[in-house]
């Protein structure tokens, strides 16, 4: 099956600092989303971005799909901010989401 | 729209026995999904439904794993003789099919099952 992998795994950023998470993948996809899980569990949307570059806010995102791969940069972190990023892909003949491992945030103030 | 909502949103249970969970799509989304989420990992697919047709399930739901979306709308979840490697959280999501392109998958709070 497709293989996600991002990283860093781990990442630990001060008040304002800046950070870029990376996201690749092994096959073509149809879909890339880029997801928020608060501290309660709860996934939150972020981007549906199968290729570009979109921006909300302090959050951007770019996806290469023919390279495979998919970028999500956060500016001026805040402490809010931290919990696990995920990205997740759709084959482009499939039907579910594969999710990478995450990269867990921590923003100390 | 009032989003994914799953209930209950905590489960304990003994080992051995059976547990359901629902699940209320966001409404006229025609698709749903189960995923199940251990901790540290992410989320894993287990099956899915469009509409009341189950189209595609993963060989991590085992023959004691049920689930049932009978009206196309709200979908339950069923593990009967609970094993401790159940324990999880079970993320219900849903979405939309437009003209044949799947558009994005909106995630529920989750239930958090722990087996003793």
């Known amino acids: 099956g497709i293989q996600v992998e991002q990283s860093p795994p781990d990442l630990i950023l001060q008040e304002g600092a800046n950070s870029t998470l990376r996201c690749n993948f092994s096959?073509?996809?149809?879909?890339l989303q880029w997801f928020h899980q608060n501290p309660w569990g709860q996934l939150i949307n972020l981007f549906y971005?199968?290729?570009g570059t979109k921006q909300n806010g302090r959050l951007s995102a770019t996806t290469v799909a023919t390279e495979r791969y998919s970028l999500l940069y956060i500016s001026s972190s805040q402490t809010t901010d931290s919990g696990v990023y995920f990205c997740?892909?759709?084959?482009?003949?499939?039907?579910?989401?594969?999710f990478g491992g995450g990269t867990r945030v921590l923003v100390k103030p | 729209d009032t989003g994914v909502s799953q209930d209950p949103r905590h489960k304990i249970t003994k080992r051995g026995q059976n547990v359901t969970f629902r699940c209320d799509p966001i409404s006229e989304h025609n698709r749903l999904y189960w995923y199940r989420q251990t901790l540290g990992q992410g989320p894993e697919f287990l099956t899915y439904f469009q509409n009341e047709a189950q189209l595609e399930k993963s060989r991590l739901l085992s023959d004691r794993f049920s689930a049932e979306r009978p009206k196309g709308s709200f979908s339950t979840l069923e593990i009967q003789r609970t094993e401790q490697g159940d324990s999880a959280m079970y993320l219900c999501?849903?979405?939309?099919?437009?003209?044949?392109?799947?558009?994005?998958?909106?995630f529920g709070p989750g239930t958090r099952l722990l087996v003793l």
């Open positions: 096959d073509s996809v149809n879909n």
């Open positions: 971005i199968p290729s």
């Open positions: 997740a892909v759709e084959l482009a003949a499939g039907n579910k989401l594969t």
């Open positions: 999501a849903s979405s939309e099919t437009t003209g044949g392109r799947r558009e994005t998958q909106y």
